[in-house]
């Protein structure tokens, strides 16, 4: 070592004055703004640039949002890593939840101190969308979008049917899909309608607003259950149920997806915003084979009103470089992003004169009446940005699909329940600012129990008493089981402990551990008044109850089928085993086209997630392969000449042989069921209504959605109870029918 030293010294001296200049540190700001596949990712490239020509010695690393997750999850797991994070957007219905947290920096004292800065350059309506209850900016827009709606113009022009009036009613639209749903092949079911009827809650929005209804009182209650709010959801059903005018594919899962508006099926589309016409500029027109469309404002009844939908610019309060990550913002905001963005048909641009320009105002471009965006905008209105109504739409969510999208239960009833539902949510908000914060200190001693718990097992077993020589055994053998001993008290029991901890505290991963507070026995009182958590668990013991023994009973017909040593059989062993090698989100994504009609009933939503199940059983076929080819052929031989047909061979030779492997698969199959995740998110997102949302797809919107780790592990919990005791009882139950080689010798 002594030796080394010399080596090292140079790089510990000072520089002298003949040392050439270092060059200085640069600078990385980084940014996580739009996905990678999506159009305006030039003009994200172009802006970054731009400001690091402006900016010598700085370099704008742009991440892309795409994933697995949506992008506002990805962003919650980077700040929930810790990781470095200068400039992002989110959406305004998450407003409240992010000044909640404490985790975005005002940028008001930017603002103020900013010669540049006009206020008057952007729509005010819009900013107040990022203006938090002490009156400060924390952002500025990317684009927003009034909601309208989209027109069929060749199907009301085959129908006889005027093109709507700006001041329609309504009746109006009544009327007019009254006159445009037709059944075309005269089956007695309409196959082109009316409208294509969207359903979530911004979209939900504008017709209570209509209707003179609102979302919160004066009291900051839910106010869903007013007579206004009734009314308007009892128009929709009207439209759904009872006229049959409207289809049910406009559902928010489905966005993405080609719909019957796109395929010339329906002559009105809505309420839904300025980012269709991203999609809708390539729908041929009526001269070329397609149909001519166009947007119009929204109906009314008592007064006009709309909703917007925004996502805005944002600098969390751990960027490192905040002065940077402000006038970044104030990039993103400026001519050659919001251009860029209105070029391409993202949004309306945020910036007055990019929104008045032809890059957005193109009379070259569907839709004709682009103007229309603009000319709504006085009628348009946030949900409240105090509330958290990404939390409360998914809570909600189930009971305004059973009365809006499958018309099971009456407007009134839905609204009572939606209303109660979000009023719970809302004093859950209130009541955990009340509650006292934990301490990190308490999870730093729970990870630490683990790693003693794990010391103490070894230390009891190393001090039995035994023969000197065993006992040099056991230390040998510990000291090769200590790295495994280490992780177990680490990585597994000691975040068990933690965990186990969160469950009785509520807790959001993108603060430090010391900001839980503690809520007791209360998070799983919770349970027993949670609706959504009840369908979770009726969804996931049924499934499990129809998709194990059935993938038992495939995975060992395929076995039988590939076993012996004929021609082909390695071909059709790897043909069976396919499947299970396949991405879950892609096997998500190719069974969603195929299942779509399954998916949309919540009868046969279930069942579909059964047999898409039994499309991945070759890893249990394989364990059944290898323990048929492990059976004693004597045994069968004997049983032939015995006179033992295949059916009697099989029920008495191959069956109680396999009695081990049978075991491994049941519990295997339990624990996998217990656990499906990616298909539903993939594929549903939990619906419609609640009949699919699995336990484990309910734990990750708790958790990684909504930030409520604490209530996520207490969800953990019982899913652990539920596998644990499961399991425990089907090992019990196996001495019955399970049978071991040399057992009891």
């Known amino acids: 070592m002594a030796a080394l030293l010399p ?32 159009a305006g990712w030039k003009y994200l490239q172009a802006t970054a640039r731009e400001f690091e020509a402006a900016h010598p010695g700085v370099r704008v690393e742009v991440l892309s949002s795409a994933g697995a997750t949506g992008g506002a999850e990805k962003v919650k797991l980077v700040l929930a890593g810790g990781l470095p994070l200068d400039v992002t957007w989110i959406d305004v219905t998450e407003f409240a939840a992010w000044l909640r947290e404490d985790v975005l920096l005002d940028l008001q004292p930017f603002f103020d101190a900013d010669p540049t800065w006009r206020r008057e350059d952007y729509f005010e309506p819009i900013l107040q969308g990022m203006t938090g209850p002490d009156g400060n900016l924390y ?17 009301l022009r085959r129908a006889g049917v005027a093109p709507p009036r700006p001041d329609w009613t309504w009746d109006d639209l009544l009327a007019k899909c009254r006159a445009t749903t037709r059944d075309l092949d005269g089956d007695g079911a309409p196959d082109q309608f009316g409208i294509s009827l969207t359903q979530w809650m911004q979209a939900l929005a504008p017709w209570i607003w209509q209707n003179g209804g609102r ?97 805005f610019y944002v600098v969390p309060k751990v960027s490192r470089h905040p002065q940077l990550a402000y ?79 499958l018309g099971r239960i009456p407007a009134r009833e839905a609204c009572e329940r939606a209303a109660a539902i979000a009023d719970r949510a809302l004093a859950r908000t209130e009541d955990l600012q009340r509650r006292p914060f934990v301490g990190a200190g308490w999870f730093s001693a729970a990870q630490l129990a683990g790693g003693l718990a794990v010391l103490a097992l070894a230390a009891a077993l190393l001090g039995r008493r035994r023969p000197r020589l065993a006992r040099r055994e056991a230390r040998a053998a510990w000291l090769f089981l200590a790295p495994w001993a280490i992780g177990l008290g680490a990585f597994l029991l000691g975040p068990a402990l933690v965990s186990a901890l969160l469950s009785l505290s509520e807790w959001s991963p993108i603060q430090d551990l010391g900001r839980a507070r503690w809520m007791g026995l209360d998070q799983y009182r919770r349970l027993l008044a949670d609706g959504t958590f009840h369908d979770s668990l009726r969804v996931t013991f049924g499934y499990a109850a129809l998709a194990v023994p059935l993938q038992l009973l495939t995975a060992l017909g395929l076995a039988l089928a590939a076993n012996g040593a004929f021609r082909g059989a390695g071909a059709l062993r790897t043909i069976f085993y396919l499947p299970t090698v396949i991405s879950p989100v892609i096997l998500g994504a190719l069974w969603r086209q195929l299942l779509e009609p399954w998916l949309k009933d919540p009868a046969t939503v279930l069942p579909a997630f059964v047999v898409m199940g039994l499309w991945t ?47 491994l698969n049941l519990v295997v199959g339990l624990l996998n069921a217990f656990q499906l995740f990616a298909q539903p998110f993939v594929m549903t997102q939990g619906g419609p209504g609640n009949a699919s949302r699995f336990l484990a797809l309910y734990l990750y919107e ?10 996520a592990s207490t969800l953990a919990w019982v899913l652990f109870g539920a596998v644990f005791v499961l399991t425990l009882a089907v090992l019990r139950g196996s001495r019955r029918f399970v049978h071991y080689a040399g057992a009891g010798r």
Request: aromatic share 10%; hydrophobic share 45%; proline share 8%.
């Open 215 to 311: 979302f919160l009182d004066e009291n900051g209650r839910c106010a869903l259950d007013e007579p206004e709010a009734v009314e308007a959801v009892e128009f929709l059903i009207r439209l759904l149920h009872e006229e049959k005018v409207a289809s049910d594919d406009a559902t928010f899962q489905n966005q993405l997806a080609t719909g019957l508006f796109q395929a010339g099926r329906t002559a009105f589309y809505g309420p839904v915003g300025f980012w269709e016409t991203y999609r809708f500029q390539h729908i041929p027109t009526e001269a070329e084979g397609g149909f001519d469309w166009d947007v119009v404002p929204l109906p009314r009844r008592r007064q006009a009103a709309t909703s917007v939908a925004l996502r």
């Open 139 to 155: 952002g500025l827009p990317s684009t927003f979008t009034p909601y309208v709606i989209y027109v069929n113009q060749t199907i």
């Open 7 to 38: 080596l090292f010294l140079p790089l510990l001296a000072p520089p002298t004055a003949g040392d050439p200049p270092r060059e200085p540190a640069e600078t990385v700001l980084r940014v996580l703004v739009h996905e990678r596949w999506f």
């Open 702 to 711: 708790q958790g990684f959605r909504f930030l409520r780790m604490g209530y």
């Open 327 to 405: 006038e970044f913002v104030r990039a993103l905001a400026g001519d050659t992003m919001q251009r860029g963005l209105a070029a391409i048909g993202n949004g309306v641009p945020g910036l007055k004169r990019a929104a008045f320009s032809s890059a957005f105002l193109d009379p070259e471009r569907p839709p004709a009446s682009e103007q229309v965006f603009l000319d709504v905008l006085p009628t348009a209105r946030f949900l409240p940005v105090t509330v958290d109504w990404t939390e409360i739409e998914k809570a909600t969510q189930a009971v305004l699909e059973e009365a809006i999208l």
């Open 617 to 663: 059983t070759g890893a249990q076929m394989l364990v059944f392969l290898a323990g048929l080819q492990a059976v004693d052929p004597r045994l069968h031989e004997a049983a032939r000449v015995d006179g033992a047909g295949p059916l009697r061979r099989l029920w008495h030779v191959t069956l109680p042989a396999l009695g081990p492997v049978v075991l």
